[in-house]
């Protein structure tokens, strides 16, 4: 019996007691990392007539969240947006809101809301097939500085999630 008590402790101590990993964690090099694919080239008209592209944020962490105005999660989320725009726009975060909906709808909400940062419509959905077709909303899609997308995120999320992405993305 203590022939065996040994054996097993021998084994789990060399297994590593099923850990896949044995060394401590460490950060991914450039070469270890996934590639980040480039978000598609896009302009979008605000509701204030201001036109935004892709290239005019390059060099920005951009945050890109599609919803519309009767999606009870994407009103639980534009709260959160409208505080980290508020916290980091002036360190070289720009929020871009896309409604799915009818324009006068969403002028009604953005003005009810309080909603800082700047929001267009893609009534006809060519912003959103361009980046590979919104199946759900909230869908929001976090960018590099480099136009690279860093996370996409289906369904309501905390601001906290995002606030961890641009926090990281700030440090890069």
């Known amino acids: 019996m203590l022939r065996f008590g040994i054996i097993l402790l021998f084994t789990l101590t060399i297994a590593g007691c099923g850990k896949k990993e044995h060394s401590s964690p460490r950060a991914k090099t450039s070469a270890e990392a996934p590639a980040r694919p480039l978000a598609p080239a896009f302009s979008l008209r605000t509701l204030d007539g201001q036109v935004i592209t892709s290239k005019d944020l390059k060099g920005k962490v951009v945050v890109i969240n599609f919803w519309a105005t009767w999606c009870p999660p994407?009103?639980?989320e534009?709260?959160?947006?409208?505080?980290?725009?508020?916290?980091?726009?002036?360190?070289?975060?720009?929020?871009?809101?896309?409604?799915?909906?009818?324009?006068?709808?969403?002028?009604?909400?953005?003005r009810g809301f309080g909603v800082n940062y700047p929001v267009g419509v893609d009534a006809g959905g060519r912003l959103a097939r361009g980046f590979g077709g919104i199946r759900g909303i909230p869908t929001t899609f976090v960018l590099d500085k480099a136009g690279r997308v860093y996370r996409k995120y289906m369904g309501y999320k905390d601001k906290s999630v995002f606030e961890r992405d641009i926090q990281a993305l700030l440090r890069e």
Request: aromatic fraction near 12%.
């Open 74 to 76: 994407c009103r639980a």
């Open 78 to 110: 534009i709260p959160g947006f409208v505080e980290l725009y508020d916290k980091y726009r002036d360190r070289g975060v720009q929020i871009v809101g896309v409604a799915l909906d009818r324009e006068d709808k969403v002028r009604e909400f953005v």
